[in-house]
């Protein structure tokens, strides 16, 4: 179903104002972060002003509305992608943290000198980093899948990395750079037929498509709910409920134990482990009501809204003169392999000078390395490039003025005979 756009746009007040150049601003940064519909501000300022309380321990009427309602959140994610249970939804800061929470419980205890952690060279630095950091701690390695064309994943490359037995497989479901989708259920069927356990980085996913956690098979998801109309300062680690019950808690205190006596202590269930302190309560409610907003209208459509968006996009870029797009071509798109994310350059231009003059025409683009340098510097080539990125709020007329200010950049640079 085509996505009405014009009525979905009047629950983001803010993409009605005006930049302070008097434009209206075209919001196309929305892999950094997304826009927040009016009825997560509500849920979230709704919780302030009439049943702000904590959680858990309150015999009173709002601690327990409050509760309920975190619980519920959880719930809804779970449903989202399709987890059994919401024991198996830990929240977390973000999908950062979600990573580094793995790295630092699971693989801490299972990875050892010697061993591999298997990635891909398309990962965002919350991907590499924490890993990198166990392989220091650990004496073990980080081994990276090439990409084929700068733009998917080489599976051969895979298949005979997977032969030296890796301990972890960690790759993201769709790329911030590239906008290629990955076969998450083909890779992580391949990396368990091996032994491995699989982290998939869905920052980029959960919030544009549907992801099925069990018809992927993965053991741990990571993602945000900044990027899917929530609050920042949330985040989700999905976990099978066999692995988090094996595993250690990162951080102590408040609301994660059982039991403490000054001789020891015993952990909370599930998902309460690894959820020390006083929680996001806030964030976790807001989270809840973006995803009755994603579920409202419908992940399937956002998603084929936004393939259309990506088409339209590319064709009018190829007809730009020196404008290189990265990522799969636009001949070969299908339904399944790319997103709505397009990174590109002007030949002669910096990125830097290219996101300024966007602004200036009211245009909201990134540029720079978007937290994956050896993607950008080493496998694309390049010292930075620009990036649109689209949601269900995204018109055509946004990428239209986005054009006008291509055209812009190569006359203020004075790039028309180049
Ligand atoms: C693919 C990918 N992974 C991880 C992250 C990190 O997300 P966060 O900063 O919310 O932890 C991002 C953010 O841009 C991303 O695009």
């Not at 959680?55 to 399709?82: C, F, M, P, Q």
């Not at 018809?215 to 300062?233: V, Y």
Request: hydrophobic share 40%.
């Amino acid at each position: 179903m085509a996505l009405d756009v014009e009525s979905i746009i009047k629950d983001f007040l803010i993409l009605s104002t005006t930049t302070r150049g008097g434009k209206r601003l075209v919001y196309l940064d929305s892999a950094a972060t997304s826009q927040k519909p009016e009825s997560v501000i509500n849920a979230v300022s709704d919780y302030y002003r009439t049943y702000n309380a904590n959680i858990h321990r309150g015999l009173y009427d709002i601690s327990a509305k409050a509760t309920d309602a975190y619980i519920r959140s959880k719930e809804l994610v779970a449903k989202l992608i399709n987890a059994p249970s919401y024991n198996e939804v830990i929240y977390t800061r973000n999908t950062t943290e979600s990573i580094n929470l793995v790295g630092l419980s699971w693989a801490e205890r299972n990875i050892s000198k010697g061993d591999t952690v298997l990635i891909t060279q398309m990962e965002h630095h919350s991907n590499i980093v924490p890993w990198q950091m166990l392989a220091k701690r650990k004496g073990a390695k980080v081994e990276y899948i090439k990409l084929a064309d700068q733009a998917t994943l080489n599976l051969e490359d895979y298949k005979k990395r997977l032969e030296k037995h890796p301990k972890l497989v960690a790759f993201t479901h769709v790329s911030n750079v590239l906008g290629t989708i990955n076969d998450v259920r083909k890779l992580t069927k391949m990396a368990h037929d091996t032994g491995a356990v699989v982290v998939v980085d869905a920052a980029q996913s959960v919030p544009h498509m549907q992801v099925d956690v069990k018809s992927i098979g993965c053991d741990f998801m990571a993602f945000s709910s900044h990027k899917m109309l929530g609050p920042a300062g949330i985040g989700v680690l999905y976990g099978k409920e066999e692995l988090l019950e094996q595993m250690e808690p990162i951080y102590g205190g408040g609301d994660m134990i059982r039991s403490v006596k000054f001789d020891g202590c015993t952990w909370n269930e599930l998902p309460w482990k690894f959820e020390a302190g006083t929680s996001n309560v806030e964030g976790g409610i807001g989270l809840g009501t973006a995803v009755e907003y994603i579920n409202r209208i419908g992940v399937k459509n956002i998603r084929k809204h936004e393939i259309d968006m990506t088409r339209y996009a590319l064709k009018l870029l190829e007809e730009e003169q020196g404008v290189i797009t990265y990522g799969i071509r636009r001949k070969d798109i299908d339904e399944n392999n790319r997103a709505g994310v397009i990174s590109f350059n002007i030949k002669g231009a910096h990125s830097h000078d290219v996101a300024e003059i966007f602004n200036s025409e009211g245009v909201a683009i990134r540029a720079g390395h978007h937290c994956a340098m050896p993607l950008v510097n080493e496998i694309i080539g390049e010292p930075s490039v620009a990036r649109m990125s689209f949601y269900l709020y995204t018109r055509k007329e946004d990428i239209d003025t986005a054009i006008v200010a291509i055209q812009k950049v190569r006359k203020v640079l004075r790039l028309e005979n180049k």
